[in-house]
């Protein structure tokens, strides 16, 4: 049984370094792709001059808009219906986002992950709030939900991902350390065209790897994602 982790509204941008350099990935980590939900979407934090700037300039935006952003950010995170960070906990509230502010921009996909019930189990361990006004990252939001995957007409699966998720609710691909290739040798995994992992029997090998700090990767627990694009009709 698979749950729910989030909705992520991404724009795809060509990988610049490594292996994949000039390919697409299919991945809604921010290290490789743009999220049209980020730090500076959020009123209260309103991202650094840099990142404003950056977000005008990749999405095409103006003072105004990053406004009424902020404003309606606010209004679905306190419905929650966004989450902290960067990810809608329902598919409505996704599409409404996109047509409302960002229906001029092409190549814009909605990704929805999933995770299976132990990991689903691993990572709300994982990150629980530890203060009385610490509030729930937004994977740990929408997993509590418990939604269950259904086979949807309008969701493809593409493939897994294996994510490194910081305490902040963003997380890395495995692709940040452009090791696609390796982990296909060493456990003889498969990298679809869409740059993720087809399906595994047994994925706690690799868990095991990534997690073990000896080995490079970023010193965050690591999860198996799995990922469908939302057809947008």
């Given at each position: 049984?698979?749950?729910?982790?989030?909705?992520?509204?991404?724009?795809?941008?060509?990988?610049?370094?490594?292996?994949?350099?000039d390919t697409f990935v299919y991945t809604s980590?921010?290290?490789?792709?743009?999220?049209?939900?980020?730090?500076?979407?959020?009123?209260?934090?309103?991202?650094?001059?840099?990142?404003?700037?950056?977000?005008?300039?990749?999405?095409?935006?103006?003072?105004?808009?990053?406004?009424?952003?902020?404003?309606?950010?606010?209004?679905?995170?306190?419905?929650?219906?966004?989450?902290?960070?960067?990810?809608?906990?329902?598919?409505?509230?996704?599409?409404?986002?996109?047509?409302?502010?960002?229906?001029?921009?092409?190549?814009?996909?909605?990704?929805?992950?999933?995770?299976?019930?132990?990991?689903?189990?691993?990572?709300?361990?994982?990150?629980?709030?530890?203060?009385?006004?610490?509030?729930?990252?937004?994977?740990?939001?929408?997993?509590?939900?418990?939604?269950?995957?259904?086979?949807?007409?309008?969701?493809?699966?593409?493939?897994?991902?294996?994510?490194?998720?910081?305490?902040?609710?963003?997380?890395?691909?495995?692709?940040?350390?452009?090791?696609?290739?390796?982990?296909?040798?060493?456990?003889?995994?498969?990298?679809?065209?869409?740059?993720?992992?087809?399906?595994?029997?047994?994925?706690?090998?690799?868990?095991?790897?990534?997690?073990?700090?000896?080995?490079?990767?970023?010193?965050?627990?690591?999860?198996?994602?799995?990922?469908?694009l939302v057809k947008m009709m």
């Open positions: 049984m698979n749950y729910l982790g989030g909705f992520y509204l991404i724009k795809l941008r060509p990988v610049d370094f490594g292996s994949k350099i980590s921010e290290c490789i792709n743009d999220n049209l939900v980020q730090t500076w979407s959020y009123s209260w934090t309103k991202g650094t001059n840099k990142e404003t700037k950056e977000a005008k300039k990749n999405f095409g935006l103006d003072d105004g808009s990053i406004i009424e952003i902020r404003q309606w950010i606010d209004k679905k995170h306190e419905e929650e219906k966004v989450g902290w960070v960067d990810l809608f906990t329902e598919l409505e509230s996704a599409l409404e986002y996109r047509q409302k502010f960002f229906s001029h921009l092409d190549d814009i996909k909605i990704f929805a992950i999933y995770f299976d019930e132990k990991e689903a189990e691993n990572l709300m361990e994982e990150f629980k709030p530890q203060l009385e006004n610490e509030g729930e990252i937004g994977l740990c939001q929408t997993l509590s939900r418990q939604i269950v995957e259904t086979n949807k007409a309008n969701e493809e699966l593409v493939g897994f991902d294996l994510v490194g998720v910081e305490v902040g609710g963003d997380f890395h691909t495995f692709h940040c350390h452009d090791i696609g290739s390796e982990l296909s040798e060493k456990f003889g995994l498969t990298l679809n065209s869409f740059g993720l992992f087809d399906k595994c029997n047994d994925w706690k090998p690799v868990l095991d790897y990534l997690n073990n700090e000896e080995n490079g990767c970023e010193p965050v627990p690591w999860f198996v994602a799995k990922v469908k």
